[in-house]
Nanobody, 119 residues
Framework: QVHLVESGGGLVQAGGSLRLSCAAS????????MAWFRQAPGKEREFVAS????????YYGDSVKGRFAISRNIARNSIYLQMNDLKPEDTAVYFC????????????WGQGTQVTVSS
């Protein structure tokens, strides 16, 4: 079983920055990738960014390219999302899923952390 805990959300004014963290724990797991998704009220879940655990390749959704940056700390089994130039449309609950080795998708999800951007 893998346990994921997101943190770092909060209320920020438009143009501001936040840094989200996600720590993974559990018994003897290896991940292929970790990512950030978000979901705003009444909207579908949206891909934000992902990182391959081996090699560190990164991918971003079009709406956040150039503003957000995903990074990882291998020793801490953690990923981060640095969010700059935040906009009201970035308001959402941000989730950190994990894809285990041998899995075809993100099978483990955290509870999420709320990000609210005021105009």
């Amino acid at each position: 079983q893998v346990h994921l805990v997101e943190s770092g959300g909060g209320l920020v004014q438009a143009g501001g920055s936040l840094r989200l963290s996600c720590a993974a724990s559990g018994r003897a797991f290896s991940q292929v990738a970790m990512a950030w998704f978000r979901q705003a009220p009444g909207k579908e879940r949206e891909f934000v960014a992902s990182m391959r655990w081996s090699g560190g390749s990164t991918y971003y959704g079009d709406s956040v390219k150039g503003r957000f940056a995903i990074s990882r700390n291998i020793a801490r089994n953690s990923i981060y999302l640095q969010m700059n130039d935040l906009k009201p449309e970035d308001t959402a609950v941000y989730f950190c899923p994990l894809q285990r080795v041998g899995a075809s998708d993100y099978g483990y999800w955290g509870q999420g952390t709320q990000v609210t951007v005021s105009s």
